[in-house]
């Protein structure tokens, strides 16, 4: 299972216009692949959408993207309101959650950690032992690691009912000792991932979102 993630940044004022083409084009679109989350910026960069798809692998993308672009309905047609577009391909981490249909938000918490080269096997050691903990508190979204577009990502996506939630579950985790993947890793004598930048940014389902 891969994820393509493209990033749409909008010109400020177009979201609500571009949400209504990119929902009326996707009921054409969803006959060859279905969305696995369809969210907007609400803080952080501003003016983004972001559209996540599954694939099976780098086949299947070749081969839906290619019968999708014959359907005469896409892509939506909103092209005057994009000012940059990026596109990623993420692998999921051995312990990340399928990304499913189900209402888990509505708020998205999007970390995006940088890792410095070569810490892709520390980070996937040091969160493999500590998630387990922090998922029982409240269970991670999805746990993504880039492998072609901007290298060294490592992005996790939290789900909360609220911010209120958010800052209660995330006190809860810290409290316990074992969260960040760090603390863990120092109590038990491991050495910890090195990250050189982190930025996060909460997104919002759109009404079409598999997701919300």
Request: aromatic share 12%; hydrophobic share 40%.
């Amino acid at each position: 299972m891969i994820y393509e993630m493209r990033t749409y940044d909008l010109k400020p004022g177009a979201l609500p216009e571009v949400e209504k083409r990119f929902g009326e084009a996707y009921e054409y679109r969803k006959k060859y692949s279905e969305l696995g989350a369809f969210w907007h910026t609400e803080i952080g960069s501003l003016n983004q959408i972001i559209h996540v798809w599954p694939y099976q692998d780098l086949a299947e993308r070749t081969s839906v993207r290619a019968a999708a672009s014959k359907d005469p309905n896409w892509p939506p047609k909103f092209s005057e309101f994009i000012v940059a577009q990026r596109s990623e391909i993420l692998i999921p981490a051995p312990f990340s959650p399928e990304l499913k249909p189900g209402k888990v938000g509505p708020i998205f918490e999007m970390r995006t950690y940088t890792l410095a080269p070569g810490e892709l096997p520390v980070a996937i050691e040091n969160w493999g032992k500590a998630l387990p903990g922090r998922n029982a508190i409240k269970p991670v979204c999805a746990v993504w690691y880039s492998d072609v577009g901007a290298l060294n990502k490592w992005i996790h996506v939290w789900p909360y009912k609220s911010f209120a939630e958010r800052d209660e579950i995330r006190d809860k985790a810290r409290a316990t000792g074992d969260w960040p993947p760090s603390a863990m890793a120092k109590k038990e004598g491991r050495r910890v991932c090195v990250y050189t930048a982190q930025e996060n940014k909460i997104v919002m389902p759109s009404a079409f979102s598999p997701i919300q």
